[in-house]
């Protein structure tokens, strides 16, 4: 009989600790089917135009030069400047002992010396200018372009243009009609020099717009994610889901990208950590750095 009661109570503990169990395993179940929000960073999507642009690149000369030349070879006999000096008109530069008697040298416009290599006491003769005077107040850029590039191009715009990590503004002043030796089209410019930090011969990088959307809804291009050649972004609702919405791509620059599709100026638009969603994951908004 004893045997019979232990044998039922054993029989009693084995279904309780299987329920145990069993109701553990559940738990860790439901644990584990519980989604952690995904970080992510959001900008809010825009509306207005985008401007696509080609950029072209181009070298910087005086705006104009005069030489300043000789009558008679001779010696320097007197120097009155250097290169960097401004002169202006009929300033005295140097004066040279010839077999003819001493010869006043000045300058015939204003500007800056420059390519000035005699010292005192040098021969001289009159197949080389003496120096030459750079007008650098104002710099020329000089672009060699193709067709396609060259009708991009409007005398009188004014573009962006960058030289030595500064933004000017230039003024297109010429646009070559024929090509020249290597089959492109010079385009010149003009870009004030007050600074004087523009040298001759730096190059200038040029932005020209190349096309144009119009009112459009612009998203960084960093959020846009593509799945076999179709184009989607993740807009985050209210309750911090992000819904999967398909897009058609207008045009892209490297930061921005005009798009048409089910998306809002003023939606929150997913920019990082887009790549491990799923349509419908949750997440949980952060700031970027």
Excluded: W
Excluded at 173 to 193: H, R, S, W
Aim: aromatic share 2%; hydrophobic share 40%; with cysteine.
């Amino acid at each position: 009989m004893k045997r019979i009661l232990f044998g039922m109570i054993a029989i009693v503990l084995i279904m309780l600790l299987a329920a145990c169990t069993e109701e553990d395993d559940t738990n860790e179940n439901e644990e584990e089917e519980e989604e952690i929000p995904t970080q992510v960073e959001t900008v809010e999507a825009t509306e207005g135009d985008l401007v696509i642009d080609r950029l072209v690149y181009g070298r910087t000369s005086p705006s104009s030069t005069a030489p300043v030349g000789l009558q008679n070879p001779g010696e320097v006999d007197t120097l009155e400047v250097e290169n960097g000096d401004q002169v202006e008109e009929d300033d005295l530069i140097a004066t040279i002992a010839t077999p003819a008697g001493n010869q006043d040298i000045t300058a015939s416009a204003a500007g800056e010396i420059t390519n000035l290599e005699a010292s005192e006491g040098d021969r001289v003769s009159t197949e080389e200018p003496l120096a030459v005077v750079a007008d650098l107040d104002s710099m020329i850029l000089t672009f060699s372009v193709t067709a396609d590039v060259q009708k991009l191009f409007s005398t009188e715009d004014t573009l962006d243009v960058v030289i030595d990590d500064n933004e000017y503004e230039a003024e297109i002043t010429e646009i070559g009609k024929m090509p020249d030796d290597t089959g492109l089209y010079p385009v010149e410019a003009t870009v004030e020099n007050e600074d004087g930090d523009i040298l001759p011969g730096m190059i200038g990088e040029m932005s020209v717009p190349e096309n144009r959307v119009e009112e459009s809804i612009i998203v960084p291009t960093e959020a846009i994610t593509r799945v076999d050649d179709e184009a989607f972004v993740y807009v985050i609702d209210g309750d911090q889901i992000a819904n999967q919405i398909a897009v058609t791509v207008q045009e892209t620059q490297s930061d921005e990208t005009a798009i048409e599709g089910e998306v809002q100026a003023g939606d929150e638009i997913v920019v990082d950590g887009q790549l491990t969603l799923n349509d419908g994951s949750a997440v949980n908004v952060v700031e970027g750095e």
